[in-house]
């Protein structure tokens, strides 16, 4: 097991229960290969099931997060002890070459000396495999040690605010895995303050469906074009959950208490008149603020509100481009 692997086992760095959402995600893809053999009205079914799901999974990323790991305990974590070599086997061995007693029948046969000689090479053998498992013993050691010193040079250096080990604890935990499948991509930055700033692709035209899917009474498939009202909503709400799901990813694996995150998209830039991929949402997310909102029952849109942020939407004509929250403002009360 690597470093990564401790990290997890120790810090139980494992998915949180999964939400209905992605349970029910695996269960449609299983069903899936069943497609082709559904009748009209099964496929209809599962059409909408599709579409709902993927509806509730991008409104609530926030509601699901990696377990925190807790860096400090890794300081008080001993460091582990270089195993002694033992002579177990060899000292069993010894012993039955002692307590040999020939038998009536081993001197009647003249088969004493053969005996005597197989319990001395056994005596020999014994020690061969004590020292086999001692280095054994020792290489394991040797791999625990170096994974132990390690993780205690990561830890007290993400606490002390180190910038080049947050950059190599984000890029080997990978946190933002299950956004990435969504579509959008991410780049993560630290200035001179210390500060983390991530910047989120959203890629929201891809993401974000343009049809809505229904049943008839009849039960056969409805299709019609999303009102760009009901648009816009499902792209603010995903913006805001990816946001907010990304700074508790940060907070999962870091030791910061602020960390900035950005979302980008592609608008119409009015001056060029050509699409730029441009900030929609800039917020700062305070740990302490983020960990005492209820994530199961907010809304993902309105809980911008418990944080500096810049953010300029409107239900009828959706995001516009907005200036990213400026770090400097900040960075006395992030952690050095």
Known sequence: MGWKGTVRSIGAAVRTAERESKRRQRELEKRRKEYERMQELEQAAYEVEVFENHIDIIQSLHKECSTPIKWKEFLIKEQPIKPEKLDTYEHNARQKADNYKPSFIDRLFKREEKIRQKLKANIESAFNKDTLEHNENISKWEQ???EWEKITALAKSLL????????EVIEDMAPFSEISNLGSSFVVSIGDS???EATIHI???EIIPNEIKGLLQSGKLSVKKMPQGKFNELY???VCSSALRVANELFSILTDDLVIVTAVDELLNTKTGHLEELPILSACISRS?????NLEAIDPSDSMIN????MSFKNTKGFEPVSRVK???FAYASKQ
């Open 160 to 167: 002390n605010g180190d910038r080049k080990a947050k950059l």
């Open 236 to 238: 603010q709400d995903y």
């Open 203 to 205: 890629h929201g035209k």
């Open 194 to 196: 210390g500060m983390v």
């Open 327 to 329: 770090h400097e403002i």
């Open 144 to 146: 625990e040690l170096k």
């Open 289 to 293: 603020t983020l960990e005492s909102l």
């Open 307 to 310: 944080f500096v942020h810049n």
